[in-house]
């Protein structure tokens, strides 16, 4: 019996030292460029060699780049940052030769800038509803 349950154990764990074996690594980007005056969330997906793609934070990957702020998978450009575009680099801790390097360009323009903050936008929505109110009261 413990000769069977042995050998299940080996054979389990073969299957998932085998399924876990990293492949490549892709930049997995959610935007085409990076924002000023943000964190820039830098998402690294695994292929297994079993064709599976797995997510990977900095508990695998060591990530180095060219520019910025750089906390677990996320990247803080300041809003006077001046560089056109960042280098990011990645490398699996586990085995150095599985990397790869992307430039990311950094947005120019951001409409952000020009945006009314929360409180503005507030005291606007609260300047109509008094607005609304008194011409009501006056056509009534």
Known sequence: MKR?????VLIT??????AQ???SLFFNLY???LKKGSWNYINVDAK???G????????Q???????????GNSLWLDWDFKPEFVTVDIELKKDPSVKKSITIWVKKKDEQLN???????????????KQGSTKRKRGS
Request: hydrophobic fraction near 40%.
């Open 4 to 8: 069977i349950l042995l050998l299940v």
């Open 13 to 18: 764990a073969a299957q998932i030292l085998k």
């Open 21 to 23: 074996k990293i492949d």
């Open 31 to 33: 935007t085409d460029s």
């Open 48 to 50: 297994l060699s079993n």
């Open 52 to 59: 599976r793609y797995i997510p990977l934070t900095t508990e």
């Open 61 to 71: 990957l060591t990530i180095k780049t060219s520019a910025g702020k750089l906390e």
């Open 115 to 129: 945006a009314p903050v929360q409180d503005s936008l507030i005291q606007q929505i609260n300047k109509r509803s």
